[in-house]
């Protein structure tokens, strides 16, 4: 695949999955729908949900760094954003999963370009 086809699939992807960060952060009683799981588990899925941003946001950029910092900051907004809708509240543990999944999604999918480009890295 070209590698401009790819980038835009990377800000189409990155786009509509930080639509549905903002949807899901928007509903008063996210916990509800997932009220069965464990106590924390909840890290688990920011951490899960800002690993595919920042893959995504990778393949758009073609910049883990960047990617990471971006995924980041959308997290910090995200965090804010909570502020105002009835029963949710900002949590730091939730923005530190946030960034560790989007650490780690950055760096799974620039080494996985890596080693697309240059074969050898096998």
């Known amino acids: 695949m070209r590698p401009e086809r790819l980038r835009l699939i990377g800000w189409l992807g990155a786009v509509a999955w930080g639509g549905l960060i ?3 952060s928007s509903t008063p009683d996210a916990g509800g729908v997932l009220g ?10 920011h951490g899960v949900a800002f690993l595919v941003l920042a893959g995504l946001l990778t393949v758009a950029t ?5 990617a990471t910092a971006l995924a980041v900051a ?3 907004s995200d965090e804010v954003h909570q502020l105002f809708v009835p029963g949710r509240t900002a949590d730091v ?5 946030d960034a560790l999944g989007a ?3 950055a760096m799974l999918v620039g080494y996985l370009l ?3 480009e240059n074969p050898t890295l096998e």
């Not at 073609?62 to 960047?66: A, F, Q």
Request: hydrophobic letters at 50%; glycine letters at 12%.
């Open 22 to 24: 903002f949807w899901l």
């Open 103 to 105: 650490a780690a999604g």
């Open 93 to 97: 543990a939730d923005l530190v999963a």
């Open 36 to 45: 069965f799981l464990p106590t924390g588990s909840d890290k688990v899925l």
């Open 114 to 116: 890596r080693r697309e």
């Open 62 to 66: 073609g910049r883990p760094v960047v």
């Open 74 to 76: 959308y997290g910090v």
